[in-house]
């Protein structure tokens, strides 16, 4: 998952940018035709110091005053083309690029939702956000800049050795010979500057995660009088930070040194031989003067290469960093032929996992788990499955509260139901329906979910309830008055602007027990055929709670329902309970049944054994 | 009175109880949608500030900038050589070769060697002494924001949402750095090559000087224009990627709930339209570059014609040497090369003027619980005992803006008391814990430890005394073994696993992959939440306090968790003193005395039997909860 270092090799640089192609074929046209404006304006200004010559050895030499007036109108004319042809590169490319920049976000971000959730569970989202942000840019940048610029700059410096050895090979060939070490140094320092780049990087990373820590374990580090040892963990990462950054100083000191002495030397020496060859007659002084300039216009280009070079090795890790996440397979509906090929047999007929439940095969309704194992794919291959076989009926219209030890796998067997994650093995099914061959949306819109982390998001307190509500709910406002009067959330009438409050990362923060209550009201407001409530009352006080059960009672009667409990007082809101333990379900029945019959159920309910004494589970 | 009491219970809360600074519990502390500065992003900037912090970062290094300054001078100026050296040869060089004097020539290819090298080596020395610099402010800058963001309060940094806080440390100092690193060279080269060259070609030649200089007028227009029109459209464009992101990273930390309520389309529909907002801005400051370069270009371009002209006419003329000419023009193209560069300059520098006007806002911020200037030490307990007293002495606690949380109250615990505060949601219990820990400072009165006011204890001497274990458990990167040993860094792998014993927190951990060396941060998500708060107490048990305050800190346990827990303040911590905040009453089982706080205020207050067998509030409350338990 982390960067892997991309080897600098060209030809896989190139594959990766190649990747680009489906994004930039809408703007070819217009890429194309900047870069055939660019080759043009640059070379625009080589032209200028042969205009420069020709007044010198002309107009000037002949003493014309008047014929200079020719010369500097085209000079102006010329310097006029290269500022507009330059102006209408960009303008060019402009919005093209930002569109094709904004696609790409776009993508990513919609491939994103749909990516199965264990993807999201091994991916932090810095790195996500990092690739729909940086690398982004880095991306346009390289179609914005080196990728016309490199066919530029080489168009220019090659037109710009022609004319200089069609006006004298000698002096030619004094400049051209440093150009082949100064590209060999520039590409040796930029291979081991991008190497300190990349340290660089990751070091920027640690230290970001170290301040995100602090500042999202604030209360933790004021807590225990922590903040001197963060300070000095920040201080010793930033200092580290600071060598690699002094070694990139050191590197940039040196490319920039030899860029600024190589071609100096080269062109002395020309200037030189030139002033020799003046002074002797075999070439005139407006030539040296052309000579000359053309030389320092050319400098730019040559020094170019080599930072254009390492711009697009940046953008080629930045495509290839986009990619991997694009690359991933999103989750797909209805697998064809006949599902996954490592599904279980069904399950014995005689059920002796369930006793509390009849061979009834004639009556399919309802929530049911069948021989349902589940391990997380990234698992080490020794590590017994989370869930393992789990049989589990819900009669249409029921409740049955899971009960289970820190640990054991409860919240995970709810993510089974809406298709969170995919099961390893056996088969959920909804009313008959195995969940596996249903479309996502359909089975979405039928479970409705309250998970134990209540998240809202940056809308309103309306939006954000009715955000479980099917689209075309009738009544809206009714709904959601009755979705908030059963999640007893009557405090969001005060709120500054009601159900309208903003909030979320960038509106008003609430506390942990109002957020589960909007949570709450989110999973009922659709009065949804099948509900999974995940520990739904753990924040509330006890008021609020006997409060909000005797409504969600009201709601459970109508619905099929599956509860997460961790006490008494929620497991009483269901018509059974079935304990998990060690992966299986180990009992089914009522709260009373249990609290007599099964030591361990006594142990989690009571924090003391029922029945069998110092019968300590597990 | 009970009824009362249940309908302030459910609709009472209209805000955070453990948060006094959100102000919305106040009526009227907040008008909607306006006015605060924490909700836009934009803590008021005292006047100046932003120039202050500049001031401060780089006057310890005052000798080096000057140091950096002489360098440049003399790295321009052996730069700026290589013309006058082309006019010396081609108006000197050329007629004395003819007469057999070598010596000008000579004298020409030794000066250029060694402003080649002269220019290299300053070259070298410039980027690695300001490189120093730049590493040394940043260094400097960064744990600043560091040291002052952990010394802020608690009530700042309910207000100041985590996202911004990191990205003041990450990207505001990035664009920092961009500036420094890039921007700043280019501007001082590009101010110094324009003087230089200026006063090269009015000491060459008045007049062309002359033209040169009266080209400086309109570009310096144009970059005011473009300065201002620019400014525009990067607050827009930071403020539209600010939205992209918010959406991005929002969409990515509740994918679960974004999936189970099929938000995807929704969503998309909502990211492309901010995503469109941000490519228009984008679009809009690659176009506002275009028009800047070509207005630029076209200027020196005209100007260059001009001086050409001028200069060419007065040579034809006679009255000018044609190597002056030549010089002239090479020196041309040196003044306008930089002027794009300049642009982007420019577009570097609003950014990182925004940003240090951001950091020098965070870092106007004073923090609300000071560190004591002359720390004072706890006394030894008095006989050896473990606990300590608390005393609140006429404490009083309101928001800063005007709403009482706490009324003026006194409370004395005697030390080993384990006290148990109930109430509602929004009864101030939080603030109660919150005031004792020290997270903020009361608006009036003190709060002792055996006798000590705890603004005048050390941090380090607060916190052997008071430890606090909330609701939220968070666990930081590194191993369980490692977020355990947070409350004692010295202590040895024993003891953490004793503490985890003690809690029964060992056999959770003893199953995770790598047992007490598993990194949280890899199978994080796998940590249940009750597996968190039962590391969080590990944790503050093996901190081993004389105070421990429990602020709902057992809502995601279950029952034997909860036990676990009761059975540890019995043991581990026994003769400690303690206060529990809980929603449950399970834990009030254990107390040796109860408070009932409602509205802020202390109602009941007694032994457990005694307060159940009576009356009161929480006797109701008491006979509710037992109703639940069945």
Same mark, same amino acid.
């Given at each position: ?34 870069? !055939? ?129 069609? &006006? ?30 990349? #340290? ?163 009556? %399919? ?6 021989? !349902? ?57 909804? @009313? ?109 006080? !006890? ?49 009373? =049944? ?25 | ?25 106040? $009526? ?94 300053? &070259? ?10 730049? &590493? ?142 941000? =490519? ?89 619980? $000071? ?24 404490? #009083? ?46 608006? =009036? ?25 909330? &609701? ?25 696993? @004793? ?32 597996? %968190? ?45 303690? !206060? ?39 006797? =109701?409350?008491? #006979?509710?909860? #037992?109703?639940?338990?069945?």
């Amino acid at each position: 998952m982390p960067t892997t270092p991309v080897p600098a090799k060209a030809p896989s640089s190139a594959r990766s940018l190649l990747r680009l192609w489906p994004y930039v074929r809408p703007v070819r046209a217009r890429l194309l035709l900047a870069a !055939v404006i660019a080759i043009t304006a640059s070379c625009l200004s080589l032209v200028i110091p042969l205009v420069l010559k020709w007044m010198v050895d002309g107009p000037v030499a002949d003493r014309d005053p008047g014929g200079v007036w020719l010369g500097a109108l085209v000079l102006l004319l010329l310097g006029i083309a290269e500022a507009v042809l330059f102006g209408i590169r960009r303008w060019l490319v402009s919005r093209p690029l930002a569109r094709l920049e904004a696609a790409m976000r776009g993508d990513l971000y919609a491939h994103l939702q749909r990516l199965p959730v264990a993807f999201h569970d091994r991916w932090a989202s810095g790195q996500l956000l990092s690739r729909g942000t940086t690398d982004l840019m880095l991306v346009r940048m390289f179609l914005q800049f080196p990728l016309t610029f490199l066919v530029v700059n080489g168009t220019t410096i090659l037109v710009g050795f022609i004319i200089l050895f069609a &006006q004298d090979w000698l002096l030619a060939l004094v400049l051209l010979i440093p150009v082949v070490p100064l590209t060999v140094l520039i590409s040796y320092f930029e291979s081991r500057y991008a190497l300190a780049a990349r #340290r660089a990087q990751d070091q920027i990373g640690d230290l970001t995660t170290l301040v995100e820590e602090s500042v999202l374990g604030i209360r933790v580090v004021k807590g225990f009088g922590r903040h001197r040892s963060q300070a000095r963990a920040f201080k010793e990462l930033s200092q580290e930070l600071r060598g690699t950054e002094l070694v990139k100083a050191r590197l940039l000191a040196g490319i920039w040194s030899a860029i600024t002495v190589i071609p100096e030397i080269a062109i002395g020496a020309a200037l030189v031989l030139g002033t020799v060859q003046v002074a002797d007659g075999d070439i005139s002084a407006g030539t040296l003067v052309a000579f000359l300039s053309i030389a320092l216009a050319l400098r730019w280009p040559v020094e170019s290469i080599g930072f254009l070079l390492a711009m697009s090795q940046e953008a080629a890790t930045a495509t290839d960093r986009y990619f991997e996440v694009l690359d991933e397979e999103r989750e797909r509906d209805t697998p064809v032929g006949g599902g996954s090929p490592e599904r279980a047999e069904p399950t014995n007929p005689a059920e002796p996992t369930n006793p509390a439940e009849p061979a009834d095969p004639a009556d %399919r309704g309802g929530l049911r788990f069948e021989g !349902v194992s589940f391990r997380y794919p990234d698992s080490a291959e020794g590590v017994p499955p989370v869930l393992d076989r789990i049989d589990l009926r819900i009669r249409p219209g029921e409740t049955l509260a899971l009960v289970g030890s820190t640990g054991s796998g409860k919240t995970t067997l709810t993510a089974l139901v809406p298709r969170l994650h995919e099961v390893t093995a056996g088969r959920i099914t909804l @009313d008959g329906e195995d969940i596996a061959t249903m479309p996502r949306e359909r089975l979405r819109a039928l479970v409705s979910v309250a998970f134990e982390e209540p998240t809202l998001f940056s809308a309103s307190v309306g939006e954000n309830v009715l955000m479980g509500a099917a689209d075309g709910t009738a009544a809206p406002a009714a709904e959601l008055d009755r979705a908030l009067a059963v999640a007893q959330a009557g405090f969001v009438r005060s709120l500054p602007d009601g159900v309208d409050t903003g909030v979320g990362e960038q509106g008003l923060s609430l506390s942990g027990g109002q957020r589960q209550r909007l949570a709450l009201a989110r999973a009922v407001v659709g009065r949804p055929r099948f509900l999974v409530l995940d520990d739904p009352l753990s924040a509330l006080d !006890v008021h609020t709670e006997a409060l909000v059960e005797a409504a969600l009672r009201e709601v459970l009667r109508e619905t099929t329902a599956l509860v997460v409990a961790h006490r008494p007082s929620t497991v009483l809101l269901a018509d059974r309970v079935a304990l998990l333990s060690g992966g299986r379900i180990a009992a089914v029945g009522t709260h009373q =049944e249990l609290m007599r019959t099964n030591a361990e159920y006594a142990w989690l309910m009571s924090g003391s054994t029922g029945t069998g004494e110092g019968n300590h589970p597990r | 009175m009970t009824t009362a009491t249940t309908s302030s219970g459910a609709a009472g809360d209209t805000a955070r109880d453990d948060d006094p600074a959100a102000g919305s519990g106040a $009526p009227g502390g907040r008008e909607p949608g306006a006015g605060d500065p924490f909700d836009q992003d934009d803590l008021p900037v005292p006047p100046g500030a932003t120039g202050a912090l500049l001031r401060s970062l780089l006057s310890p290094h005052r000798a080096r900038v000057l140091r950096v300054a002489l360098i440049l001078l003399f790295q321009q100026a052996a730069v700026q050589a290589g013309p006058l050296l082309v006019a010396y040869a081609i108006d000197r060089g050329v007629p004395a070769f003819r007469e057999r004097d070598y010596g000008p020539l000579i004298a020409v290819a030794a000066g250029y060697a060694v402003c080649a090298f002269g220019a290299g080596l300053l &070259q070298y020395l410039f980027i690695s002494v300001s490189g120093r610099l730049s &590493q040394d402010v940043l260094l400097e800058l960064r744990g600043r924001i560091f040291r002052h963001s952990q010394a802020l309060s608690v009530d700042f940094h309910d207000r100041y949402t985590s996202g911004r806080l990191i990205s003041r440390s990450t990207t505001d100092v990035e664009s920092l750095r961009e500036l420094l690193e890039e921007g700043l060279q280019e501007l001082i080269d590009v101010i110094l090559a324009f003087v230089y060259i200026s006063v090269l070609l009015l000491w060459l030649d008045l007049s062309m000087g002359g033209v040169a200089v009266a080209s400086f007028v309109p570009l310096y227009l144009l970059v005011r224009v473009y300065r201002r029109r620019v400014g525009a459209v990067y607050a827009e464009r930071s403020t539209a990627i600010a939205g992209v992101v918010v959406k991005f990273s929002e969409t990515l930390n509740g994918i679960r709930p974004v999936r189970a309520f099929r938000r995807e389309r929704a969503n998309d529909t909502e990211f492309q339209r901010l995503n469109a907002r941000h =490519e228009r801005s984008n679009g809009d400051v690659m176009l506002e570059l275009a028009r800047y370069v070509v207005g630029s270009r076209l200027v020196a371009n005209v100007s260059v014609a001009a001086m050409v002209l001028w200069g060419a006419w007065r040579v034809a003329d006679g009255t000018l040497a044609l190597g002056v000419l030549a010089a002239a023009v090479l020196y041309l193209r040196r003044l306008y090369d930089p002027i794009d560069r300049l642009g982007m300059f420019l577009n570097s520098y609003e950014s990182a003027a925004a940003s240090l006007a951001k950091i020098a806002g965070l870092l106007a911020q004073t923090p609300s619980v $000071p560190e004591p200037a002359h720390p004072v030490e706890l006394p030894p307990a008095p006989g050896g005992q473990p606990g300590r007293e608390v005393v609140f002495d006429g404490v #009083r606690f309101t928001y800063r803006t005007g709403g009482e949380v706490l009324p003026r109250f006194g409370l004395t615990i005697p030390a080993g008391q384990t006290i148990a505060v109930v109430g509602s949601t929004g009864a101030g219990k939080s603030t109660l814990a919150k005031l004792l820990a020290r997270f903020y400072d009361p608006t =009036e009165g003190r709060v002792l430890l055996d006798g000590v006011d705890i603004r005048e204890l050390s941090t380090a001497g607060l916190r052997r005394g008071v430890v606090m274990v909330t &609701q939220e458990s968070f666990l930081f990167s590194g191993t369980v073994a490692e977020n355990i040993a947070i409350g004692a860094p010295d202590a040895t792998r024993e003891q953490i696993e @004793d503490a985890a014993r003690a809690i029964g927190a060992h056999e959770f951990i003893s199953g995770l992959p790598d047992g007490y060396d598993t990194d949280v941060r890899k199978r994080g998500g796998r940590i249940s939440a009750g597996q %968190r708060q039962l590391v969080a107490f590990a944790r503050a048990l093996l901190a081993d306090p004389s105070v421990l305050i429990l602020d709902e800190a057992t809502s995601s346990l279950d029952v034997p968790g909860e036990r676990a827990v009761q059975r540890a303040m019995d043991t581990v911590l026994r003769g400690r003193t303690a !206060v529990v905040i809980a929603h449950r009453l399970s834990t009030v089982e254990v107390a040796d005395r109860v408070l009932v706080m409602e509205h802020g205020r202390i109602v009941e207050d007694g032994a457990p039997a005694e307060l159940i067998g009576g009356t009161g509030r929480f006797a =109701e409350l008491h #006979r509710a909860w #037992r109703e639940s338990l069945v």
